[in-house]
């Protein structure tokens, strides 16, 4: 690929170049066949826009409020783990590319870096992203640290018991390298012949007994608002709000956990009304999206749906593989402007502009049709 990238989608070969094939493949594969990492992507690409003409767009307002934070655009960065085999930089890279786009960070709880060496390299809102270990010490301290070095709101996965069947990874026989966070509170040492040693570290270290009412549990030992990451239905997001979460992340781990579950864009709007995420949390609680997000188009598209906002996970990883903080601003940089191209084509001055007659979605074209 000869000179800069002009899109996303081009740093994916860039870091494909940049990386042992064992972590391109932990970073880029999914579960299984791999359904639901290409209908991920796929899924944007049916749905068409309706523009609005003769509105004046001169000016375009990228900039929205997560939490009461406000953030420059509709675009933060995903939890992604062990950013270190990446770049040498690793979640520092990433930490400082968000700071200066200014937006939000998720920072996993399975990082190369620490809670506070993230903490410390920049100044900006970030939240944490939570795993439930077997011993919820672990995963109390993870919370406390969390919150006694600014981070301002906990991101609890709920989709992974156990962690997916990754054939790439366990066909490279994928490592565990340093987690800093749980170094000395969870062992990583496995004993895994057949396979992913990650596998097998997860295997022993989640805790698979995790359920709704752990929720109460950990707004126990916080004050921090606790959003939930893994929904994908109407029935959890209802029981979402009931339990008093500050809000919901549609997301399917990026199709690592469970093949064959929805495409996320389709989560937020089904065919039938009363059965999709967004009626069902009925503006009690704002709800994001990530998976699958590679152009400004795919942005202005989840937001149409109900989003507040997405998170990308990959396309950071990959930037940040090609070209370390430099490729992460850029990968931020390219969405933002895309969106803004997107939303003056569009008729949509602001974010608060854009509805969802400025879509159409496949099951509306198959309805036209009959």
Not at 28 to 42: C, I, M, W
Not at 128 to 150: I, T
Not at 254 to 280: N, S, W
């Amino acid at each position: 690929m000869e000179g800069e990238p002009v899109n996303v989608n081009e740093f994916q070969e860039l870091a494909r170049q940049a990386l042992p094939k064992m972590y391109y493949d932990f970073f880029s594969g999914g579960a299984e066949d791999q359904h639901t990492l290409k209908e991920n992507v796929e899924a944007f690409r049916r749905i068409t826009f309706r523009p609005r003409i003769l509105v004046d767009v001169s000016r375009i307002n990228l900039s929205t409020t997560v939490l009461g934070y406000k953030i420059s655009a509709p675009i933060m960065v995903a939890p992604s783990s062990m950013h270190k085999l990446a770049h040498p930089e690793g979640e520092i890279a990433t930490a400082r590319a968000a700071a200066a786009s200014n937006t939000i960070m998720v920072l996993s709880s399975m990082s190369s870096c620490t809670i506070e060496e993230v903490a410390s390299s920049c100044n900006a809102i970030r939240f944490f992203q939570l795993y439930v270990y077997k011993n919820r010490d672990v995963a109390a301290q993870l919370v406390q640290r969390a919150e006694r070095n600014g981070y301002k709101a906990i991101v609890l996965t709920v989709d992974a018991p156990m962690l997916g069947r990754r054939e790439a990874d366990i066909k490279n026989k994928m490592i565990v390298p340093p987690l800093k966070n749980i170094e000395g509170l969870v062992s990583t040492e496995v004993d895994n012949d057949e396979g992913s040693i990650l596998e097998g570290f997860a295997k022993g270290a989640l805790d698979a007994s995790l359920c709704w009412r752990d929720i109460g549990w950990l707004r126990s030992i916080t004050n921090l608002p606790i959003l939930i990451k893994g929904v994908l239905t109407r029935e959890d997001a209802i029981k979402a709000t009931e339990v008093g979460v500050a809000g919901i992340v549609v997301s399917n781990h990026g199709a690592r956990q469970l093949d064959y579950t929805p495409a996320t864009i389709t989560v937020l709007e089904e065919q039938f009304k009363t059965r999709h995420v967004v009626h069902a949390v009925g503006g009690k609680v704002p709800v994001f999206l990530d998976g699958g997000v590679r152009r400004g188009t795919d942005v202005f598209k989840a937001l149409a749906l109900g989003a507040q906002a997405i998170l990308i996970g990959r396309p950071v990883v990959y930037g940040l593989a090609a070209k370390g903080e430099y490729g992460v601003r850029k990968v931020i940089h390219m969405l933002k402007d895309e969106l803004e191209l997107t939303m003056a084509l569009s008729g949509c001055p602001s974010v608060k502009d854009i509805t969802r007659s400025h879509l159409r979605t496949e099951h509306e074209k198959i309805h036209s049709m009959l």
